[in-house]
Structures are given as structure tokens and as C-alpha cells.
């Protein structure tokens, strides 16, 4: 079984399934089933579900889910099984004898049936009042088996009240239908635990704890449950109103930044598979829309590798130099839903999080300040949107610290899906639009900055930056086209080591006022790691606690959400392994396809020390602007 | 503890302490298995699984740790045989309990005790310190080298499906108590994911006289497919309610005469989620192959309005369902509505049609015991009194 820490959440029914044998000829290790009087040949312990679908037959399900453990709630996916008096749940039938299947009898038909109605019965609202219209799992199974009618009634009044208190996630329990997958999620996925099943029979309702609201219990925000959610009982906390009474009203001067992600997932939401970016489709229709300008947030995951990179140098030099006491390794602090959960669950170990703001919200600050003051506008009109393919990104900008410039340095975080709508709403066809540049002053930016959107990103781009300053030698020659495969992939954790060696370079412009030279880092090896979804974090923090081998990491990266941010919470929604992969493949194939694919080499960032941050990174004023302090928040709520 | 004169001619036959224990070790693991797969004997919380089965699953089983859990989370409405045995022959269940770990290579036992039994842990954990004293429980047990066994009693918190063994192991993790995915069953991966023997109290209760007395003898009792004897917890309109042991085949109208019940108009057998019998098959038998039961009996005699009865034991599983799957959890509740609608006379027999095939579907579909067994209720009243429901004075058609 998983190791239970000490405020893990109760395990889901992980452990409770059949393992597949790793060698399938062993005897035994394949079993020949029918399905539907076909016969096929399935390693021990596949489920109905998986052999149905070898078999080429799609059977139904709703609380089944690729990337959680099996639940077996919902019934819909029954199938008979010769010999057995009850129907059982493919999805959660592990196969260890050769049975026969049946698919579509009449009893299986009237069952599925029946469990649709049933659901249908307690799911209040109605489709064409619903954010989720033509997304839903629900929906599009009542379509499957011709429901006409509410053959058990129709609930008439919600059940619950609206849970609007979070800045992220908004929960409609009245249309939940209890498929769990958001408990899963949260639970195991995430090792989060918000959500749990509450009180039983007729009132089980999916609840948080003492049923506080959202806003007021120990969610991270990462809107992992939305992508899940097979209806709209938790959606996100939609701001495209307010921006669209920004876009309409004359007196104000809205822009909006793209993150990487979104752009390599939006085309899902105008029925394009996964995998194809639309990042210059997007700039063309975002300024169709009615934003004044359109910026590219990879100018500041450029920035960030500046700033955070050399908060890294400064921490090791500090460590090994000067022999003082500094909180190593460092973390990343892109991700507001892993700032958050290292806020809660680890706040002994803020001090190792890096101090720089996330992308977003050094943009933010820039727009009204540097931006505004370049081309003579009143930051007081300037409304500042974000679109990121997060939850999370919609309480970062409304955290309190989050008012550098004086202002709200974000007014909005919107994500993918919302884009989108709002994209329908105008009449756009996203895929036909024409491509066009992102708006200066700052310009395009490098491909570093892009693959901060898949996991290992941050530490790729750093590492191509960090490498080159140090060594002194171009990146290229280390790794071969400047990728960093080790870091690349969707393993839970991944790791590496760079061994500096004894030849190091000068110290580049601008590092001279921080570091005299690189001599203290010879012969060093300089140890990272990458973990995304808050489960492999929460192993790393553990490991770190224990003493193991990530506590002699330097520099470590964590992204709440399974994928990184290409899987965040407020991606199109199916998510699955597959849909993710793609979305990586597309961003990765974007950077290849740059000239500028290293952070320090954007020329609009060193424009911008020359210009505006004129100290260098590190100073005085990237301090006030760009970096950030965070709060211990603790487990326990009061 | 108060021992009542009771009798029976299998579980309440004369026993010795200890006697079923020191024979036990007395013999191989695999003749204490072929005893008891001579005796026939069946579980008896009602699903009649043959306990030999089990227990050679689990005696086979390799693996670090395995468990015997005793299932005394008796919460069947109209069911407290359980309570007697544990009251009163607490020597036959713990040492049933002794029997099975030392067969199945057990040295945890974990007694599932219902919520509302927490008034006789203190006398039971007594029994078992005493037990201790005596070396029936502990380090090298009578003498027997290396076979240490120790019981620990659970208590549960007053859910009805944690009767069900896998939501009852869910529970004693510290988790929700909700039943698992069958396969893989606990004899596999059961309390812990190790393999786990969960019985009723009943079952143990028999073991340490089949293994004093020998399977053979057992199975004298009853009748050819259900071996021994039952206990029956009868309750309702009888001059004598009360627990008795009696032996399989038993008649309906047997058991009436011997409780004393006149004037009767139907038995349920086995609980809320059993059947209702009306007069014309009291002659049917009680037994696995006619109408098996976990032994609860509920009298009712000409007075009892039918869908009353219906209608409470509808209420009770619309509370006690789990609320994990779809066809129990809504279910129940539109099949409560459906009693409500008569009740009214507001329906439509094609609606009142519809939810019986409701009921066909929930047996069928729903994820574990509690929602397969739900709907009998429903289906077997309205089937077998559906004069008294639609047209008597049930309805309110008739008022």
C-alpha cells in the first residue's frame, strides 16, 4: 500500500484492484474473453471496461476517469457477465477468468437506462441554462439512450446553495450527480483532500469540511475538480462580464496577456483535436474583440528566469561563499495553486520558496507602471487581463500583496474555456483567423518562456539560461538542440544533475554587481528536480523533511497541476494523459520552431534593465515590483 | 456474564470452554478444513457462503499478515441473535475466532461490534482478558508453539451497510463506510489489502462445535443443503417473541405455532431488505433452498396495514443507503415516493410498473448487498398484497 503520511487524506480505492502481471507469458498472464461473442485475448487483471474497448465496443461511463482510481459508482457502464447474478461495472471488473460478456442485452439496456433517469431525476437545472451546454457528460448520455422525458420526475428547486465564495471555483452541488471524481481528484491526484463525501442515503452530498465554504478551507485552487466535474456542478469563477463592460466602456485602456498553454489548447474549444497552438490565430482575435493590446506572458517567464535564476545564484553563493545560513533548495513560485498548498501544508519551508511573482503577476505590475508610463496612460484606466489555463491564476490576482504598482497590478485572470466563450460570443472562428504579432512594447518572446506550460519547463528554460551563464559555453553543446529531454515527460517526479566541471566562464553584464566570478562553483554538481500534480510534490517535501536526496537539490520545480500548467484547471475540459500529451508536443514543436529559445538572449529583457529596471535583477526596484512574500497559512482551520 | 437457560440442539447444545480450542490444536490445519467442509456449513448473516471456502481461500493465501474479522455489526431491523450469542456464549464466538486463525494463519482477530452494542464491550473485553488468563488467546495458546492469536473488538458507529463485510473493512480502516469493488473479495485483499476471513458471529459460533463434535454430527441437523441448525430472532405480533434456535426446513407455520402468533397475515423473512410472506406460503421452508435468511422474523398479524409496513422499511433504506451508487441511493427514494403516491392515491399503475422494474434494475445494478437486497420490500408487498394495497383498506382507495 502508499505510504499514509501523517494528514493524508483517506485513500480512495486505490490499493483494491487486480495488478497486471509484467510478463504476460507467463501462464496465465493472458486470458481470453468474449465480449459480445467475439473473443479476445487480455492480460490478467484488464478491466470489462479496457477489454470492451480492445474489443472495439464503446461502453458508457460517467464516473470512471483515465487519470483516477477506479470507483465503480455510477452503474452506468454495467455489463452482464455469463454466470453472474448481478450486472457488474466494467469499469471496475478486474478480468481473471475467462467470462463472457454482454454488452447490450435487455437488461443491461433497461439498467443503463434507469441509472440515467435516476441521475437526471436529482440534477437540477436545465441544459441550455448551464455553463457546461454541450460539454457534459450527463447531457450527452441522456442524448445516447433517447431520453424524452423525466421518467422519475424532475427535481423543481435546488437542493443546495451556491458555493461562490472562492475566486476559483465555484460549486453547484445541486448538479452534482456523485461520480466522486472531484473527491478522487482532490484526494488522490492531488493529496489535497478538500472534498469528501458527506452524510449518507438520500442526503450524501460532496462537501468540505465542518461544509465551510470553499473560500474558507484549505483548497489550493488548483480547479483540478472542474476538469473532472462531468457537469457543471464546479465550474470556475467566470470574469468575462465585468471585461466585457472593460472592452465596452471608452475610458479604459484594456490589454490582456496569453500564457503559453491556453494557446496550445484552445483550438480544442473550436473542435480542433489537441495539439495544435494558436497563438498568432489568438492575438488577431483578441484584438477583434476589443483589446487595446495583446501581450505575450512568456516575456515575463522570460524576466522570471532572470529574476529567480539569479535569487538562485545569489542563494548558493550566499551558501557556499559567504557560509551563511539560507533556506536551500529553492522552489518555484509560478504556480499559485503549489503556493498555495506549500502556504498550508508546508509553511516551515516558505522561506525556500523563491521570492520572484509568477509571470502573471510581474506583468501585471509592468503594465501599470512601466507600461503605463511609457505610453502616457493613467495605470487608474488601465484594466489588465490575464488568460491562463488556471484556476489558481484568478485568486493570485486578487491576493492582498498582490499591488506593487500601486494598483491591482491584475484586475482579471481568465481562463482558456472563458476565452473562448467570450471568442463565440463575438463571432469568431478561432482556427480561421488570421495570425498576427504580439504588441510591443515588449515584443515576442523566447521559447524558454514558452515551455514554462508543461512540466519541467521553468527548470529547462533556467537551466539553458543558468548553464550558459556559468559554463559559459552555449547550451547547445551540453544539450543537443538546447533540450533538456531528462526533464521533458510526465513522470510524477523527475531529476538530474549537471556537474559544473572546473571550466566556468565570466560573469555575464548583469551579474557583475552580485557575483565576482564563478570560481566557487567549480567542480560543484548542480542538482534539480521537476514534480507536477501536488501528490508527487507533497513525496519531494517529504523526502526533504526526511533528509533524503531531494533535500540536496538546489533548485526544484512544482506545478500543482498533473502536466503542469498544459493540464491546468481552467484547460478545455476533457482532460486525459493523451490530450496532455499532445498539448506538450504542441508547445514543445513551437519552441523548436523559434530562433530565440533562451530566456537571457530576449532582447526586450535586456531592454528592460536598461530601461526601467535599471539596478538589474535582484534590486531594489524588482524587488518592490516583481517579487513577492508569502503567508503561512497552516492545515488547520479554524 | 449471565448465562440463560437456553435450548438448542446444535449452538445451544452443551459445550465446555475451551473444549473446541484445545481439539482444534489437537489437529492439522487441514483436518480442522475438512471437518468443517464435511459440516456443510453455510454463512449466516444470510448470503449463505460456504465457510470452508472461505477459509481455505484465505488459509492458502500467502501473505504477511492475515485477519479473521467477526461481523457483529448486526443491524438487520428485527434481528438480535447476535447480541444473545455475544451475551450469553461469548466462549463460542471468540473461540470460533481462535479456530479460524489458527486454520487460516491468522494471529488478528477484529470484532466488528455494532454502535449500538457498546453497552456489553466492557464485559466482552472482560471475557477475552479471562480467555488471556486461561491461554486461549495470547503467545503459544495451550501450549501450542508459535501460535499466538489476539483479539481486538472494533466498535462500528450506526451505519447499516457496514454489515456488508467490505464497507464493514472500509470502516475498521478509518475510512467512510462505503463497500468496495468486488472482485477482488477480502479473502484476497480484505482489511489492510491482506486477506481477511470476515464472518458472522453466528458462523464462529458454530465452529468450536463442529470441531468438538465433528462436522458429521453437524450436519445430522437441518436438511441436506442447509446443514445445522439457524437462530431465528422473532419479533412482531406473537404471544412469544424471543431468539430460537431451530432447524433448518422449519416451516413458516412451524415457527408460527411455536412463537404462539395468531391471527396471522404475513412474516417477513430477513429484515427490511427480505421478503414478505403472505398466508398461502407459510408452508414454504426456511432454508437456503427455499428461503434463506440471516433469521430475522416479523410477524404481522390481520391488523397491520401493509404498505405502513412497506412504507417504514422504505424510509429505513432511503437513510441508510451508503449514497455511493446511483440505482440504490435515488432509487430508494422513487420507490418511498411510489409508496407515497399510493398511499394518496395519487398514481398510475404504469408508474407503480415502472418502479418495480426500478427494483429489478437496483437489484441487479446496485454495487453491493444493501441496494441489490432493497427493493425485495417493495417488489414482494406490493406483489403478494396487492389486493389489501390497491383495493383493501391499505390504500387510500379503501379509506
Known sequence: MESKGDFRAPVSQTPHTIEKPKDTTTIGGMITVEVNEKKISVPLGTTILEACKQAGITVPTLCHHQDLCVAGVCRVCVVEVEGMRTLQASCAFPITSPIKIKTSSPIVRKARKHVIDLMLSEHYGECYSCVRNGNCELQDLAKEYGVDTYTFGHVSKPKYEVDNSSYSVIRDMSKCVLCKRCVRTCIDLQEV?????????????IGTFLEKPLADVICINCGQCINRCPTAALRANDPSDVIWDAIDDPNKHVVIQTAPSPRAAIGEEFGLGAGHSMTRELNTALRRIGFDK????????????????????????????????????QFTSCSPGWVKFIEHYYPEYLDNLSSAKSPQQMFGALIKTFYAQKMGIDPANIVSVAVMPCSAKKFECNRPEMNDSGYKDVDYGLTTRELARMIKEAGINLPEMPKSNFDNPFGEASGAGLIFGATGGVMEAAIR???????????EDIFEKANVIP???????????????????????????????????????????VAHGTANAKKIMDDIIAGGKFSECHFIEFMACPGGCLGGGGQPIPTTPEIRRLRAQAIYAEDESLELRKSHENPYVAKIYKEFLTEGPCSHLSHKLLHTHYVKRGRYIA | MEKKNRKGAVLFSSYKPGEGVKKALSLSREDILFEIRESKLKGRGGAGFPTATKWTIVAAAIADQKY???????????????????????????????????????????????????????????FL??????????????????????????????????????????SLEGNRGEARNRPPYPVNTGYMGMPTVVN?????????????????????????????SKLFSVSGDCEKPGVYELP????????????????????????????????????????????????SIIIFNESRNMLHVLKNFMEFFVEESCGQCTPCRIGNVKLLEGVEMIEKGEYKFSYINQLKGLGKTMQIASKCGLGQSSSNSFISILENFKDEIFNGNGGANGK
Open chain 2, 68 to 126: 479473521i474479522i467477526c461481523n457483529a455489526d448486526e443491524g438487520e431491523p428485527g434481528t438480535f441473535k447476535d447480541r444473545v450469542l455475544l451475551l450469553e456464549y461469548p466462549e463460542l464466538v471468540f473461540e470460533g475466532m481462535v479456530i479460524a486463525g489458527y486454520t487460516i494463519g491468522a494471529t488478528k482477530g477484529i470484532v466488528y461490534l455494532r454502535g449500538e452494542y457498546e453497552y456489553m464491550l466492557k464485559s466482552l473485553e472482560d
Open chain 2, 200 to 228: 458472522n458471529v453466528e458462523t464462529l459460533a458454530s465452529i468450536p462445535h463442529i470441531i468438538s463434535k465433528g462436522g458429521e454430527w453437524y450436519r445430522k441437523h437441518g436438511t441436506d443443503k442447509s446443514s445445522g
Open chain 1, 193 to 205: 483532500g478538500v472534498l469528501e463525501a458527506i452524510d449518507r442515503g438520500d442526503k450524501t452530498h
Open chain 1, 465 to 475: 539560461s543558468v548553464v550558459e551563464f556559468v559554463l559559459g559555453r552555449k547550451v
Open chain 2, 248 to 295: 433448518w426446513g422449519t416451516t413458516i407455520s412451524e415457527l408460527l405455532h411455536i412463537v404462539k402468533a395468531k391471527n396471522t397475515k404475513a412474516v417477513q423473512v430477513g429484515g427490511a431488505s427480505g421478503l414478505c410472506i403472505p398466508k398461502s406460503q407459510f408452508e414454504r421452508a426456511l432454508a437456503y433452498e427455499d428461503i434463506a435468511t440471516g433469521g
Open chain 2, 129 to 170: 482478558e479471562s480467555m488471556k488468563k486461561d491461554n486461549l488467546l495470547g503467545k503459544n495458546i495451550l501450549g501450542k508453539e508459535n501460535f499466538n492469536f489476539d483479539i481486538t473488538i472494533s466498535l462500528g458507529s450506526g451505519a447499516y451497510v457496514c454489515g456488508e463485510e467490505t464497507a464493514l473493512i472500509e
Open chain 1, 294 to 329: 495583446v501581450f505575450d506572458t512568456n516575456f515575463t517567464a522570460d524576466l522570471t528566469i532572470i529574476e529567480e535564476g539569479t535569487e538562485l545564484i545569489l542563494r548558493l553563493y550566499k551558501a557556499l561563499v559567504k557560509k551563511e545560513a539560507v533556506a536551500l533548495p
Open chain 1, 487 to 529: 526533464l521533458r515527460g510526465f513522470d510524477g517526479i523527475k531529476y538530474m544533475e549537471i556537474p559544473i566541471g572546473d571550466v566556468v566562464g565570466p560573469v555575464p553584464e548583469l551579474l557583475k554587481s552580485l557575483v565576482p566570478n564563478w570560481d566557487w562553483l567549480k567542480g560543484a554538481t548542480l542538482k534539480v528536480a
